[in-house]
């Protein structure tokens, strides 16, 4: 076990979960994403895209302690208490996204079967990457990777 697997280990021991903060390259978007929601709690993993990736990570953990506390995310869905004055959708991440995106969660549960949800944000005028109003130049900054279709439209 090399000195990144230990830290992730010893992270989800000691607080039930760990972040991986990817920053943005060529390929695209700074990214965060938890690892150990699903063994600890039985509850999907988060992702997050696009964000600064301190915000990203306190948002994560944030949700964390929500979902340790009994609170429970479900696609689909919209949630206030994520992000100030805004709501978050949940929608869950298509398993195509698995290799590109959570590989260290690939690498935990030795499989990519476990469940992961992206939290989307909306734009500070309130705009979610589906509607016709978001901007197109924010389109590569939080790309959906999965299926919105039954998402609960604001």
Known sequence: MDKSEKKVIDGIRQF???????????????FSYSIGLFKTFNHPEILIVGLKLELSQILINNIGYDIKNGRIYE??????????NFKCSMVNVSP?????YVGFGIWYYDNSNFPLMQCIYPTIKGFYPWEKDWP???????????????????
């Open 16 to 30: 039930g979960w760990h972040i991986i903060n990817v920053t943005e390259d060529e390929n695209g978007p700074g």
């Open 75 to 84: 696609s689909g869905q919209f949630y206030d208490g994520i992000l100030d």
């Open 96 to 100: 195509d996204y698995y290799k590109t």
């Open 136 to 154: 197109e130049d924010l389109r590569k900054l939080q790309p959906i990777l999965g299926d919105i279709q039954d998402l609960n439209k604001k």
